[in-house]
């Protein structure tokens, strides 16, 4: 076979693979049948190790911003400023691994759980005997939470977002005693 073919055959098939339009192992055979060994196939252990510190990454971030909030006495604008930082970092992130294709999820996970976080603590320091703009706020989230969900094709970020909506608008109709 012509090398210009071969070669213009191995971009298509990396491509395919790039985009997951056929299986890895698929593409990995093909790429070792038209290259003939040459094309060297990606190990898959090292993207779970990555994903591996992805994860532990994202979930010590969020432990420790749950340990400064609740069992330090930072200021409440360090625990907020902090929170802030912390919910930009896992959403640069999150929108740099999304450009990549590769798990975005984990720290948008840890994103919202976040900026749930502090919008419950900025609430109450803002407004402290005042539920209802805490109710607002959250519902807002949740509406947030439910446009990302379609945004993205996440369905457990609109499951969540209904839910949260749900569980808001019990409490406050609880609040002013309409049922």
């Known amino acids: 076979m012509d090398q210009q073919r071969k070669k213009i055959i191995i971009q298509e098939i990396s491509y ?8 890895d192992t698929y593409c990995d055979f093909l790429l070792a049948l038209y290259s003939e060994g040459a ?8 993207k779970s190790y990555i994903k591996l510190w992805l994860c532990i990454i994202v979930s010590l971030l969020v432990a420790v911003n749950l340990f400064l909030n609740y069992f330090t006495e930072f200021s409440v604008g360090l625990q907020i400023s902090l929170l802030t930082f ?4 896992l959403a640069a992130i999150a929108y740099f691994l999304f450009n990549k294709k590769t798990l975005f999820q984990v720290p948008l996970i840890g994103c919202a759980f976040l900026l ?3 919008t419950v603590t900025a609430a109450e320091q803002l407004s402290s005997h005042k539920h209802v ?10 509406l947030i ?3 990302a969900g379609r945004k993205l094709k996440l369905p457990y970020f ?10 808001v608008l019990f409490f406050i109709s609880k609040l002013y005693s309409i049922f």
Do not use: T
């Open 133 to 142: 703009i805490l109710y607002i706020l959250l519902l807002l989230q949740c």
């Open 16 to 23: 395919w693979k790039k985009n997951r339009m056929l299986p």
């Open 158 to 167: 609109i499951i969540a977002g209904i839910l949260g909506a749900c569980v």
């Open 86 to 89: 912390s919910v930009l970092l």
């Open 116 to 118: 749930l976080l502090e």
């Open 39 to 46: 094309e060297s196939v990606q190990p898959k252990a090292r």
């Open 145 to 147: 939470w439910v446009f």
